[in-house]
């Protein structure tokens, strides 16, 4: 059991659990750095030093960060937090409605983004110069502000929500690549400005003819110099889907083809929403399936729908049993419960991989966790593994 538990110690200090930084920044935890913005919510916050944006590769930012005895909501992206830093992919929790001006800015290796499910507005530069080649955008997002995608001259797809009511200034402008919009919006966007400075003969797919018609008499839409107008009628290409491991975390699904695709979880909900050509699934405790739907927006094509496995991560050595004691360590409903003599005693709860959740004396004996999981809980010289349901 020493074994085990120096290993876990071991990792918490390799993958940084939380630190309350000294910097302009409040937390920093698994290498991403967070501002308080309220008694339970965080907001991502940029990684400057000496004038760099430290932040690089793929980024799966959390739903929740745990630090100092709080179990914070990761709510907002700060503006510029990722600009000009060298990510070349990012998945969004939903947690997150808000994501701040230029947040992606000039992060010149950027392809692949999946925005969150409540966003409501496309801020100022949020993607401009970035790499990204086909994006969509969730139902209840309303408006794409100023030059948003401005100088993506990767960008291929667009797929507009329902709920888009009106298009920036510049929000497109000079995205070259630009040749495929699918807009489920049954009246045309309000464009301000001039929102495809630069581009050429973009394919606009629409519903029917009737909203077909309303894009075609629209003094902007209707500018036969730059857009026409098709009726969807389904996906073009067939879709494909590869998943393989990666590292302890992640089951990665490679998708692309430039479609757009709905993934739901095991209980019939709508996860996410994605044109990225990579999507990553966690693996938990226990195997779990997802559904996997390509779409248009206004086309879920269900024949073609895909079934993707996460599988549960490998067995855990069992913990050896601990000398009799009084102490009870219980999990249910999300709440891990300890009961009995924990006088002077410290609380330490991991999970499998190591990272640490909870650090505190142990006064608190109801303490809250995302459940689904696997903890390993260790109260003064007690150790207990349990499944949290």
Known sequence: MRKILSDILLLTVLITGCALNGNSQ???ANGIFYN???DTQVEVAPAFYNGVNHYEGCIILPERVYCDGVNYEVAAIAPRAFWQSDITQ??????????????FADAESLTDITLPLGLTAVSRYMLAGTAVSNVVL?????????????????????????????????????????????????????????????????????????????YQDDINWGDDDLFSM?????????????????GDYWTALTLGNHLAYK??????????ITAADRYYLPIGAL??????????????DEDLQMVATSSAPAAIEEVEKEPASDLTIT???????????????WTFIYDVYGNLWYERPAVNNNISLPGQRIYIVKVGDIVRKLFLN
């Open 331 to 345: 999990g249910v409903d999300g709440t891990i419960h300890i009961s009995g003599d924990t006088h002077g005693k």
């Open 26 to 28: 409040d937390i920093e």
């Open 263 to 272: 993934i739901y979880g095991p209980d019939g909900y709508l996860m996410a």
């Open 138 to 214: 969730p139902e209840g997002v309303t408006v794409i502000n100023h030059s948003a995608f401005e100088d993506c001259s990767n960008l291929r797809t667009v797929f507009l929500p329902a709920s888009l009511r009106s298009i920036g200034d510049r929000a497109f402008a000079y995205c070259f690549g630009l040749n495929e919009i699918y807009s489920d919006a049954a009246n045309p966007p309000r464009l301000t400005g001039f929102p495809f400075e630069g581009c050429t003969d973009i394919s606009v797919m629409l519903t029917d003819e009737l909203t077909a018609n309303r």
């Open 230 to 246: 098709w009726i969807d009628e389904g996906l073009a290409v067939v879709p494909t889907m590869q998943q393989e491991i990666v």
């Open 36 to 38: 308080i913005i309220n």
């Open 90 to 103: 990012i998945q969004i929790p939903n947690s997150i409605t808000r994501i701040g001006d230029a947040a």
């Open 287 to 300: 195997s779990t399936e997802y559904l996997v739907v390509p779409t248009t927006l206004m086309y879920d």
